[in-house]
């Protein structure tokens, strides 16, 4: 009799507990990625999806929906069936779009996040024309020249245009914004010195400074890149408490069940730390990160709440 509870007591826990990850996935999982192929977020979501394939025994299907600023993958992540089939690439710029732009979507209650994928600085530049070789003379130059000085940006709102925001509130410098449809646009102006400087993103930052074509700075991390390694974060270089990177993660529609998005976790961080991997995403000027659900989480709110503060402070509008 004694043995028959036991017996009857444990397969109430068992079945009281969630179906093994095991069984997870039976059919291809689809990661949306809210850009064109071939880009960056591109490059990094396929070696990553390629790799969580192979370790889940399924295809990791890339699904790409350029447009809006991610807006459009986002809408159509939110709305898929939370079972793990559906995943999505996200970067910085989708934390401070709808700190600006009106959007649909809402980041803390219609996703659950999976894990950050990777960290990438940008690099300070400015002209060979330009009388300064460090941050403290382009800060002093600009303490100088009061509203004389400009700088480049990939538009309203955009993660450029935030952090050279922060920049100029941290050190007090008065400069203009100059909006342009893309960065490589800015750089034969900065070149020919109508543009004073810029934070531009590593690879064609590498491209320009290896050239010779423009000089560069510091890096906006908050550590140095092994790609520039003699170069100082804008920190070392005198502007405490400026640390910005643009990153990528992954998220899961919310309601994902919590085996799943635990699964989904271990399996990405896995992929992360694979050598090809690794490779590829250096070769894209980034370096792997990894995280938990509850880091990634944590981490996005950090993002809003700065951004937030600096939009704030420097009056910036959008179409909210």
Not at 26 to 40: E, F, K, M, N, T
Not at 251 to 273: F, K, M, S, Y
């Amino acid at each position: 009799m004694l043995l028959l509870r036991c017996a009857c007591a444990a397969l109430l826990i068992v079945l009281a507990l969630p179906a093994a990850p095991q069984s997870y996935p039976v059919r291809p999982v689809r990661l949306i990625v809210p850009i064109a192929p071939g880009g960056g977020p591109d490059t990094l979501s396929r070696a990553v999806g390629q790799k969580l394939g192979d370790q889940l025994g399924q295809t990791v299907v890339a699904d790409n929906r350029p447009g809006a600023s991610g807006a459009i993958a986002l809408d159509l992540a939110r709305g898929a069936a939370p079972d793990g089939y559906t995943l999505v690439t996200i970067s910085a710029s989708q934390v401070i779009r709808p700190l600006v732009y009106r959007v649909t979507y809402d980041l803390a209650r219609d996703f659950a996040p999976i894990s950050q994928l990777s960290a990438q600085s940008y690099v300070l530049m400015v002209g060979n024309s330009m009388p300064v070789k460090s941050v403290r003379e382009l800060v002093a130059h600009a303490k100088a020249n009061p509203g004389m000085l400009n700088y480049a940006s990939v538009g309203q709102g955009s993660q450029i245009h935030l952090m050279t925001e922060l920049f100029r509130s941290l050190t007090g410098i008065q400069v203009i914004h100059v909006p342009y449809k893309g960065i490589g646009a800015a750089y034969p102006d900065l070149m020919a010195g109508t543009i004073h400087f810029v934070f531009g993103g590593i690879l064609t930052a590498l491209a320009q400074v290896k050239a010779g074509r423009l000089r560069p700075l510091a890096v906006s991390g908050a550590k140095r890149m092994s790609a520039l390694p003699d170069l100082p974060t804008v920190a070392e270089a005198g502007v405490p408490g400026f640390a910005v990177s643009q990153w990528y993660a992954v998220l899961a529609p919310a309601g994902t069940p919590r085996r799943l998005v635990d699964h989904l976790n271990r399996e990405i961080n896995r992929a992360l730390q694979d050598p090809e991997v690794s490779r590829r995403i250096a070769a894209e000027g980034s370096e792997a990160v990894g995280s938990t659900p509850q880091q990634l989480g944590a981490h996005i709110k950090a993002e809003r709440d700065k951004w937030e503060k600096v939009i704030k402070k420097a009056g910036i509008k959008g179409e909210l």
